[in-house]
């Protein structure tokens, strides 16, 4: 298991992807922190809700860009073949993807951490140099962090479970897109009380985000760990059945 | 001792469609086996079945008597190539085999020995997009050789070489079935197959309609080709 752990960490830095979409997450965040930070009025600054938003903006693009790194982990071994000499080396198919989501682990805190760092800083910055006092507490900002690191190395292990189960790359990464961008913001908009039970807003819960209608942190954090245990189980069925 | 590779009534079926039917064959160690038939006669799936990628619908394939999935270390045990193009295009050649080599535990001085035995070590470090069809062979056959295999399985190696390269594999796979070890290699190249192996292995439709010595097979001063064509012919023709 070690052995094979340490292989899929290699595979994720011996191949350009990891850092391009790290990269990706990094621009998202500095366009989150310019919207939130930057764009808004003193008055809207100084509401503790929008310096949420500001600080915690690393969590947004690092949650993205992570799941999308955990899918390709998955996707490109199918896509490019590799996923044969993976198996070759290692036939227990259900170690190879244990192996990729306890990789998911590391790669999600990275993604976290270094967006996160980005936005909090920046957001410090913003917040001191435009002359509003901070809203929020150590503690407040502990959370943020926490909340951000929980949420993206949950996506990042999602985006495995997804990656195991679509394989072809296009269609995970689009399945993904329109899953982010139309269901989860669709559905939350028009049925709040069904939609915050979604994994997008169960994290957005979780990163420590108080918009209205979510659910707390705390039940954002069991309610995405769910949605991410249906994904794996559905994961290590289809693996365990299908031929390569 | 159980023979190195061996299958029983093996059969794979998809819906209506049999790609593999109640084919049963064993490999002794220490041959060059070549595994012969027209495209679509069943040999890749065949070969998936054995390395545990495919679940047969009927029969067993074994490795050292033992299910691919149930070997311990199995790539110290079999090395297989069933497609060159199986490599990322953006990870180098040296990278690709040190991803393999963390899986089967082998010392990293092994990955440059086998860069330097299949000539790639200068190429290494590029990546494997900038690679030729040939250099992409020679580094799956050095990912497979990595753990040091009794058994190679390779599924069409011939395909992209130039007369070099293709020399070259003969002599090497010559060489490593002569220290004992086993090869079984499908081909449809029969000119080549001819110069390099010892056994052939004939499928069509799925079913077994050969499994002899070539020297018995072609005994009677026929070439290859020609046996191989009247054995695989449609009965309408």
């Known amino acids: 298991m070690s052995g094979q752990l340490r292989s899929e960490l290699l595979k994720l830095r011996t191949t350009r992807t990891t850092a391009l979409l790290l990269l990706a997450a990094v621009a998202i965040t500095l366009l989150g922190i310019g919207v939130e930070g930057l764009s808004a009025t003193l008055a809207e600054l100084a509401k503790e809700e929008r310096q949420r938003l500001l600080l915690g903006a690393g969590s947004s693009g690092a949650g ?43 790669l999600g805190g990275v993604f976290a951490l270094v967006c996160m760092a980005l936005s909090l800083g920046a957001g410090l910055a913003i917040v001191s140099a435009r002359g509003v006092g901070l809203a929020l507490s150590d503690g407040d900002l502990l959370a943020l962090a926490f909340g951000a690191v929980a949420s993206t190395v949950l996506g990042a292990m999602l985006g495995v479970a997804v990656g195991a189960l679509i394989r072809n790359q296009v269609g995970a990464v689009l399945a993904v897109v329109a899953y982010s961008f139309l269901v989860d913001a669709v559905l939350f908009a028009a049925v709040p009380s069904v939609g915050r039970f979604l994994p997008g807003k169960a994290g957005d819960a979780l990163a420590g985000r108080h918009v209205a209608h979510l659910l707390t942190p705390g039940q954002g954090a069991a309610v995405l760990g769910a949605w991410t245990i249906a994904f794996v189980a559905a994961a290590v069925v289809r693996t365990d059945r299908s031929d390569i | ?62 490795l050292f008597g033992r299910r691919f999935a149930e070997l311990e270390r199995p790539a110290t045990r079999v090395g297989a190539v069933l497609d060159s193009a199986d490599l990322h295009p953006g990870r180098t050649g040296r990278d690709h085999l040190r991803v393999l080599a963390r899986v089967a535990r082998v010392p990293r001085s092994r990955v440059d020995e086998m860069l330097a035995l299949v000539d790639l070590a200068g190429a290494a470090d590029r990546r494997v997009k900038g690679y030729s069809l040939g250099m992409r062979q020679r580094l799956g056959l050095a990912a497979a050789l990595l753990a ?43 000119a080549e197959v001819a110069q390099t ?33 009247e054995l695989t012919a449609e009965p309408s023709r």
């Open chain 1, 64 to 106: 993205l860009f992570a799941t999308f790194a955990g899918l390709v982990a998955v996707t490109s071994e199918f896509r490019y073949g590799t996923i044969r000499p993976t198996l070759l080396f290692e036939p227990r198919r259900r170690v190879v993807l244990a192996a990729k989501l306890i990789a998911a682990v590391p």
């Open chain 2, 1 to 62: 001792m159980a023979p190195v590779l061996s299958a029983v009534g093996l059969t794979k079926r998809y819906g209506d469609v049999t790609a593999v039917s109640g084919l049963s064959f064993e490999l002794e160690a220490g041959s060059v086996t070549g595994f012969l038939g027209p495209n679509g006669a069943g040999k890749t799936t065949t070969l998936r079945m054995l390395l545990g990628l495919a679940e047969p619908t009927d029969g067993s394939a074994l």
């Open chain 2, 148 to 190: 040091g295999p009794e058994l190679l399985v390779l599924d069409e190696p011939a395909n992209g070489l130039d007369p070099e390269g293709m020399r070259w594999l003969r002599d090497f796979l010559r060489a490593f079935a002569a220290e004992g070890r086993t090869v079984f290699v499908s081909s449809h190249l029969l």
């Open chain 2, 197 to 229: 192996v010892e056994r052939v292995v004939i499928v069509d439709h799925g079913r077994l309609v050969a499994d002899a010595p070539l020297r018995e097979l072609v005994a009677d001063s026929s070439s290859l080709e020609d046996v191989f064509l």
